[in-house]
């Protein structure tokens, strides 16, 4: 996390990720992304759903295939 980096609210949080405040609280929950408790408030990190993004993103066939190389 970022000195300057901005803590989102839950709902801001879903927003941003295009979902469901109830799957980011599960998230929060399972403890699956970093988080930050103030009190009784919730706040996530803006990198910390950019570094979960890049985290759960698949990657493509052909991504995938490069890796391994050509068969002989």
Known sequence: MNNDDRLLT?????ERLGTGVRFIRRLVQERRIRYVKLGKHVRIADSVLTAYVEECTV????????RFGKAA
């Open 59 to 66: 990657p493509t066939l052909r991504d995938a295939r490069s």
């Open 10 to 14: 839950v709902g801001e949080a879903a």
